[in-house]
């Protein structure tokens, strides 16, 4: 176990800097005062920036540091898919604590460029400082989409459909098999590596097939209340109409309002949930289908505020604009 200290700051960034494989669009990389990076041309820059704490949004106790590095990004490129738009470029800050070992960044920075890897995007910089209390990541993510791709969560109009990417839940459900000892297994993965929709958001764009459209990052009730008040409308959400995974079925046989806590405020799934006409409905499953995601329709835009949700087994579920009700 080496410790930072011996490296210093300067060695401890040209280790980054050796290990980032060189992209395209940049003139100034890491080691100026500043990056220097091209964009397409007619394209928007779209810039976002999450920061990830220990002990809020980590705990060293479940998470690997390779792990943890592709997180930490995958969280921001999350939201450049959100928008549609193609992520390129990405900075890191850090405020280090003592207690992380030289081996533990090595890992940590390896996870975070492996991830950048799978994406196309490249690290162009960032800032490096001790930490007095846990570990600090910042991650800001630069991407670009022409104006007319952008997709905001300003556009749902009634009678649009809402579509959703994936299976919802299975990152919370992770979560409390983690903090029950579990360390493996399909909702473990889902909730430490989620895969940001970086592709499915682009294909989406391309087509021009959203109305509007956002990443579930707080769980699937509180986002879609984002997508209703920015575009004035409200919603009816079918319960029986939201994809789970087979492992969260098997799980959750017994109580459907434990589950459907889950699935419906549980959150970090890093889903899209986008609003689209029906005409456009054949032509998002085709999308889909043809980058290999699942994408399910689970309720529509109706012009009064408010958002009903509803199931066959008897259900109904109304939720004034603020306050939730978790099932009474
Ligand atoms: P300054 O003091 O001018 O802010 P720094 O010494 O903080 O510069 O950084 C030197 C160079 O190293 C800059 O190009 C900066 O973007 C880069 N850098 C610093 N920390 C990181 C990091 N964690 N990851 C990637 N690049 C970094
Ligand atoms: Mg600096």
């Known amino acids: 176990m080496s410790k930072l200290k011996e490296l210093g700051e300067f060695g401890f960034i040209d280790r980054i800097a050796n290990k980032v494989a060189p992209g395209t669009g940049i003139a100034i990389g890491i080691g100026d005062d500043a990056a220097a990076t091209t964009q397409s041309l007619g394209s928007l820059t779209l810039t976002s920036t999450d920061m990830l704490i220990e002990g809020v949004h980590f705990d060293l106790s479940f998470c690997d540091p390779f792990t943890l590095g592709r997180k930490s990004l995958a969280v921001n490129l999350s939201d450049i898919a959100a928008m549609g738009g193609r992520p390129r470029y990405f900075l890191l800050s850090m405020a280090i604590p003592e207690k992380l070992s030289v081996e533990f960044l090595d890992e940590f920075t390896n996870g975070i ?3 950048a890897d799978d994406f196309d995007v490249t690290l162009i910089g960032g800032d490096t400082c001790s930490s007095k209390a846990g570990f600090v990541i910042s991650v800001t993510v630069i991407g670009e989409q022409r104006p007319d791709r952008i997709v905001r969560r300003s556009g749902a109009k009634p009678g649009d459909l809402i ?5 919802l839940g299975d990152s919370a459900l992770g979560l409390e098999l983690l903090r029950n000892g579990v360390k493996q297994g399909f909702a473990v ?6 895969t940001p929709r970086v592709r499915e958001g682009l294909a989406l764009a391309a ?10 990052s707080d769980g699937l009730i509180s986002d879609l209340e984002h997508i209703l008040d920015c575009s004035s409308v409200g919603a009816r959400l079918d319960l029986d ?4 995974s087979a492992t969260f079925i098997a799980s959750h046989k017994n109580t459907l309002k434990k589950s459907a806590e889950l699935f419906l405020s549980g959150g970090e799934d890093y889903e899209l949930l986008f609003t689209a006409p029906p005409e456009n409905r054949q032509c998002v499953y085709s999308l889909f289908k ?3 995601t699942p994408v399910s329709v689970i309720g529509e835009i109706y012009m009064s505020t408010g958002l009903t949700i509803a199931s066959s087994k008897g259900f109904e ?10 099932f009474g």
């Open 317 to 326: 579920y109304i939720s004034a604009k603020k306050g939730f009700n978790h």
């Open 189 to 194: 993965a889902r909730h430490l590596d989620p």
């Open 113 to 115: 460029l492996a991830m």
């Open 163 to 167: 579509f959703v990417s994936g299976t």
């Open 207 to 216: 087509d021009k097939l959203p109305t509007s459209m956002l990443d579930i």
């Open 290 to 292: 043809k980058i290999g």
């Open 241 to 244: 109409c939201i994809p789970l």
